[in-house]
């Protein structure tokens, strides 16, 4: 397994961007598919985006999708979330996961990072 951690969270206003991090501890990162998720209070936890292991395949949850942009780069181990035109209802832990298989990485991520807080103000 692949040790992950998030960074980059923070409180933003409606409307503005942040880019959260996701840096891992493995050279093999390469070969991991990769996600981020997130959890609302009182809420489960939900997809929001996932990456194929070199970049080529991306998934997005229809509510994040034309304002997130998951990428990746293997030579730093690392992998990135831009979200753009947040808003209150993005607020939420958002946490970064990683799986051998990008197709299942959405209901089975192996490995899991400690998640970074993400707060929407109106």
């Known amino acids: 397994q692949v ?4 960074s980059g969270g923070g409180l933003v206003q409606v409307g503005g961007s ?4 996701c840096a891992a501890s493995a050279r093999t990162f390469r070969n991991y598919a990769m996600g981020w998720f ?3 209070p009182d809420k489960e936890r939900e997809f929001v985006a996932a990456i194929s292991m070199f970049g080529r395949s991306t998934s997005y949850a229809d509510s994040v999708k034309g304002r997130f942009t998951i990428s990746r780069d293997n030579t730093k181990y690392t992998g990135y979330l ?4 947040l808003k209150p209802e993005d607020t939420a832990v958002y946490y970064c996961a990683a799986d051998l298989s990008f197709q299942t990485i959405r209901t089975g991520a192996r490995s899991w990072g400690q998640g970074t ?3 929407v103000s109106a």
Not at 3 to 6: A, I, R
Request: hydrophobic content about 40%; charged content about 20%.
């Open 3 to 6: 040790q992950l951690v998030e």
């Open 18 to 21: 942040l880019r959260l991090s």
């Open 38 to 40: 997130r959890q609302a």
């Open 82 to 85: 831009q979200m753009d035109s």
């Open 117 to 119: 807080q993400v707060t």
